[in-house]
């Protein structure tokens, strides 16, 4: 493993921040958390992702792959299948991001109460 230097993300032209923005993108979010439960086929991640269009798991997949936080494993079974996981890179984030969810779904009826009571009108 190669000697850490801790960047700063807050520099958009720390290799931290393209890390930090990676992980945090809509989707890629999604997918590794996803992935917390082991290696995943294609058709898993879009179903457990709800609402990603085909176009954009793809994209994601690849991104994520380049980033090396997932690895992409193609089994030479009939019919050929591929499956996705986590690399050791992505588990260091996997725990803040479950924590990140859990909280956003344990506050779900406090952000929509919120939503609905505190909307702004456009025309004053």
């Known amino acids: 493993m190669q000697e850490s230097t801790r960047g700063n993300v807050r520099n958009p032209a720390c290799p931290g921040r393209q890390l930090f923005d990676l992980v945090t993108a809509r989707w890629a979010a999604l ?69 990140l969810q859990n909280w956003a779904e344990e506050h779900t009826s406090d952000y929509d109460h919120y939503r609905r009571t505190h909307t702004i009108d456009p025309k004053p």
Request: glycine share 8%.
């Open 31 to 99: 997918v590794l958390v996803d992935l917390i439960d082991g290696p995943q086929r294609w058709s898993e991640l879009r179903r457990r992702a709800g609402g990603v269009s085909d176009k954009m798991l793809a994209q994601t997949l690849r991104d994520l792959e380049a980033g090396g936080l997932i690895t992409r494993t193609v089994h030479t079974s009939r019919p050929p299948t591929v499956q996705y996981a986590l690399t050791d890179l992505a588990r260091g984030a996997t725990a803040a991001l479950q924590h």
